[in-house]
């Protein structure tokens, strides 16, 4: 594994596309290791992307795309807007609102991110933020996207983990919501300091906000319809997403009537790009994980760590620090595929939860869209919001703290994860 781990480090450094560092680094394996066939390789690269429980994530990205073209993000945006007008900095305040209500819906971070710049980045430079500030909170808040069900990694984490994927989702959920409330505080801070003041001067009546919550209700019950209906047995989280896709067509058509043949072809050809994406890197990284499970890498890591510590919360520090660094250099979805296998049995031999161990862990490594050097929500945003990405790093400091924050509370009260999956799933 030591070349193969060489040539992975050099080709990502040379800026090689990751799916092609992954693949050529886990058939370099097969190459050099005359006791496998080749022909394994060819076999790990298509039954990865055989699996029925990955079948989900292309079904809950078209189901995304789609809902992004029914007027749902044009009423969420005017909910968020209604709850937060009268807040300081009630643009950003959207923004954080916004990517919780839209967890239902996108389940991907980056795509939370760049959706948020463009819609809410042209009224935030208008009313004077900075422009590193807004492309910092619009980056960080969509990290929420990733933890509020249905989100991808989570996904991910649960098919190669052999974790419940209905846990994790209602895992999610309170973690979800105090991450919004922790980045609103922030915001709130941080906006009375450069005097962003409230665009209203009183808060929503009720009216006003029965009557935005009622032109949301079908994007908002969407996420809880899954929930119970993976935790009651109408679908297995693959079907639910052909559920999704179902439902999506459904409100788009015949609810808010504003899915036409040429949004419909828009949404297919912009799924078929995103999907195709992320399938390639998962059929590669099935090749490099066959060599890191054959070369038995867990089960080396896992006793190497506990020879230092068997106490949980130190083997959180250890693995965080470690997840953080890996988010600076290598895509989420990446680490999602090749730490899993390796880090969660350390985890489990030390008592942690599986359920609790992955929601820390993808929060965690959603951190690093939003670091340097290829945080690709980074570049994203700022690109977007026409900033130099080093500001928008540096004015993105107090809200990393924030989640940080929120993280070590997942880790020192793990009930915050798993109160709801033992109140609805049983312990």
């Not at 693949?23 to 039954?47: H, M």
């Not at 004077?128 to 990733?146: E, H, K, P, V």
């Not at 459904?250 to 995103?274: P, Q, Y």
């Amino acid at each position: 594994m030591l070349i193969v781990t060489l040539a992975f480090v050099v080709f990502l450094v040379f800026g090689m596309p990751v799916a092609f560092v992954i693949g050529i680094s886990g058939f370099l394996y097969f190459l050099c290791n005359s006791d496998v066939p080749t022909a394994i390789a060819v076999q790990r690269f298509l039954a990865t992307t055989q699996s029925f429980t990955m079948l989900a994530i292309p079904l809950f990205i078209f189901a995304g795309h789609l809902m992004n073209h029914t007027g749902i993000t044009q009423r969420m945006v005017k909910l968020s807007d209604v709850l937060t007008g009268h807040m300081y900095g009630n643009i950003a305040q959207i923004s954080c609102v916004l990517s919780t209500l839209m967890g239902g819906v996108s389940g991907s971070a980056v795509a939370d991110a760049a959706m948020e710049s463009r819609v809410l980045g042209p009224a935030m430079i208008k009313r004077g933020y900075s422009r590193g500030w807004s492309a910092a909170i619009n980056g960080l808040s969509s990290i929420i996207t990733s933890t509020i069900p249905p989100s991808m990694g989570l996904i991910l984490f649960g098919s190669v983990g052999e974790v419940s994927i209905g846990r994790l989702f209602a895992g999610g959920i309170l973690p979800g919501i105090l991450m919004m409330a922790a980045l609103m505080a922030t915001v709130s801070i941080s906006a009375r300091r450069r005097n962003y003041l409230p665009e209203r001067a009183r808060g929503p009546t009720l009216r006003e906000v029965f009557t935005s919550f009622y032109d949301c209700l079908w994007a908002l019950l969407f996420p809880i319809i899954l929930i119970f209906g993976i935790r009651f047995g109408l679908f297995t989280p693959s079907e639910a997403g052909a559920f999704a896709v179902v439902y999506a067509v459904f409100v788009g058509r015949v609810i808010h009537r504003e899915l036409t043949w040429e949004k419909f072809r828009t949404a297919v050809f912009e799924s078929g790009v995103d999907i195709g994406a992320v399938m390639l890197i998962i059929a590669c990284a099935g090749i490099f994980g066959f060599g890191i499970v054959y070369d038995r890498v867990p089960q080396f890591l896992a006793g190497f760590l506990i020879s230092f510590t068997n106490n949980s919360y130190l083997m959180f520090l250890a693995i965080i620090i470690f997840l953080i660094l890996a988010g600076m250099f290598m895509e989420t979805t990446v680490i999602t595929l090749l730490m899993t296998p390796i880090l969660l049995p350390v985890a489990i031999k030390v008592g942690i939860d599986p359920v609790h161990f992955g929601l820390v862990m993808m929060t965690t490594v959603q951190l690093g869209i939003m670091s340097p050097p290829v945080g690709v929500a980074l570049y994203t945003v700022s690109g977007i919001l026409e900033c130099s990405p080093q500001e928008t790093a540096r004015e993105a400091i107090p809200f990393f703290i924030a989640i940080l924050v929120l993280i070590a509370v997942m880790v020192f009260w793990p009930g915050l994860v798993l109160f709801i999956p033992n109140l609805i799933f049983g312990v």
